[in-house]
């Protein structure tokens, strides 16, 4: 259960960094553009509901015998 954890950890990560990046480049290249804060807040929207689910999976593995 936990290497399922660290895998999914590592996969959302690597999402999460390249809405991120998408994000920076929108913003350099046009200021403020709507399109970059959206890649932006999208992958801080991923990144929370890895957290979310983390905790959720996480919790049995105190409870294994």
């Known amino acids: 259960m936990i ?6 950890v590592a996969i959302v990560t690597m ?6 990046a ?9 200021e403020y553009n709507k399109k ?14 890895c957290i979310i689910l983390n905790a959720i999976l996480f919790i049995p593995t105190f409870y294994q015998t």
């Open 22 to 30: 998408n994000g920076v480049k929108y913003l350099k290249k046009d």
């Open 15 to 20: 999402i999460a960094l390249a809405f991120w």
């Open 36 to 49: 970059g804060i959206k890649y932006i807040l999208l992958g801080t929207s991923v990144t929370g509901i």
């Open 3 to 8: 290497k399922i954890l660290f895998v999914m």
